[in-house]
C-alpha cells in the first residue's frame, strides 16, 4: 500500500533567513497524522540565507543525518567537532544524553538547502554519550543506484545508526528504472528531493513522500533527472 504524502500539504517555518518544510509534525507545526513514521521522526527540508544559520542549540536522545542537497553547511559541537557539510559528505549526530550544535551557511553569496532527518534512537541507546562522523559519499555512487549511507552495522563503510534502519540515497537519470526487496514486515519511507519519478506506476514530484507498507518489491523509474531518499524501516 503506498500512501502519498504531497509537498504542498506539508508544513512551512519561515525566518528572515530560514525557510522550512515539514514532512512531519515538527516545532509549531502540528498534524496528528503525521508525527512521524516508525522510528522516522522529522524530514525538514531547510533552506538557509547565505551567512545565515542555526545558533548554538540542544539536542537529545535523536541521531540527526543531515544531507546537503546544495550549497555547504558548517557544523560545530560542544565535544569539539567542527566539519563543513556538502554534496558529497553526509553528517550523523548522535545526540544521545545531550549535545549543543550549531548549523551555518558559511557562503557569503549562496543559499544552501538540505534535507534534517531525525530518526529515534534504539530502546535504551539514548542513555548512550553523544558522538558524531561524517561519511564521504562520492555522486557517482549514488547515480542510478541506490547508496546505502545509514544502516545500524556500518556496513560498507555507512554511518552508524542504533535502530533497524537502512537509509539510501539515489539520483537517477530520466527513464532509468530500479527495484528494492523488501524483507516480510518490513516497510519504508520514499522522499523526493529533485524531479519526478514513479513508483509502482504511482507518480511523484519535488518535496513529495510517500509511505509504504505491506510491499515486498518497489519498482522505482525517473521521469526527470530526479534525486530521492528511502528508508527501509521496522
Not at 540565507?49 to 546537503?68: C, D, Q
Not at 561519511?135 to 552508524?160: C, H, K, V, Y
Not at 537517477?172 to 528504472?177: D, K, N, P, R, V
Amino acid at each position: 500500500m503506498l500512501t502519498v504524502r504531497k509537498a504542498t500539504d506539508r508544513g512551512l517555518s519561515r525566518r528572515d533567513w530560514l525557510e522550512s518544510w515539514h514532512t512531519f509534525s515538527f516545532g509549531d507545526y502540528y498534524d496528528p497524522e503525521f508525527l512521524g513514521f516508525g522510528p522516522l521522526r522529522v524530514i525538514n527540508d531547510d533552506f538557509v540565507e547565505p551567512a545565515s544559520g542555526f545558533p548554538l542549540h540542544p539536542h537529545r536522545a535523536v541521531e540527526i543525518l543531515t544531507y546537503v542537497l546544495s550549497g555547504s553547511l558548517a557544523h560545530s559541537d560542544d565535544m569539539g567537532n567542527s566539519c563543513e557539510v556538502t554534496r558529497e559528505r553526509i553528517q550523523l549526530l548522535t545526540a544521545g544524553t545531550g549535545v549543543m550544535h550549531s548549523e551555518f551557511n558559511p557562503s557569503s553569496e549562496l543559499p544552501v538547502r538540505f534535507l534534517q532527518i531525525w530518526l529515534m534512537p534504539k530502546p535504551g541507546c539514548e542513555l548512550t554519550s553523544p558522538s558524531y562522523e561524517h561519511q564521504n559519499f562520492p555522486l557517482e555512487t549514488r547515480t542510478n543506484a541506490l547508496q546505502a549511507i545509514a544502516s545500524p552495522d556500518g556496513e560498507g563503510g555507512t554511518l552508524q545508526i542504533t535502530n533497524d534502519v537502512r537509509v539510501f540515497a539515489s539520483q537517477l537519470t530520466a527513464q532509468t528504472e530500479l527495484e528494492h526487496d523488501l524483507d516480510e514486515n518490513r516497510r519504508a519511507w520514499l522522499q523526493i528531493a529533485e524531479g519526478e519519478l514513479t513508483i509502482d506506476g504511482l507518480p511523484l514530484h519535488r518535496g513529495d513522500g510517500v509511505r509504504i507498507e505491506s510491499e515486498q518489491r518497489l519498482r522505482i523509474r525517473a521521469c526527470t533527472n530526479c534525486e530521492f531518499v528511502l528508508f527501509d524501516l521496522p
